[in-house]
């Protein structure tokens, strides 16, 4: 489980809102293989504030410090869908728009345009994932 500290910036009827804040530094220290910070640095490229929704049962309170984590079976099949099922799908559709087509430019947008509908595919089922309680984040403990 990837674990990350992070404050309540709101709670309303069972559920919170937290923050997690990643440091410019992530990844460099020598804790970076067991951070949920470095780890979310990572697969979203992103250095800043990230903000969760967490359902609870345990009432909290603004500014609270709380833990946080994230099952990493989730987070390594979100980024085997971000990354390696776009980079299939341009690798296949070049092998088919090799054999239908001779002409470089229609095989370009045949190429493009199963890459897009790729992101399309990706986008509609991690929608569909993020409503599972597996791929959310779950309030571990108060701090």
Known sequence: MLKENAVVIAYEAGIAKVKCQSQSACGTCAAKNACGASALSELTGEVGEHIF?????????????????????????????LYIVPLLTILL???????LFSHELISAIFIFFCTALSFIAIRTYSKKLARKAAYKPILLRTL
């Open 93 to 99: 559709s070049t092998f088919i728009a090799e054999k």
């Open 53 to 81: 929704t967490i359902e609870t049962i345990m009432p909290l309170k603004v500014g609270q410090h709380v833990e946080i984590g994230l099952e990493e079976r989730s987070l390594i099949l979100s980024a085997l869908l």
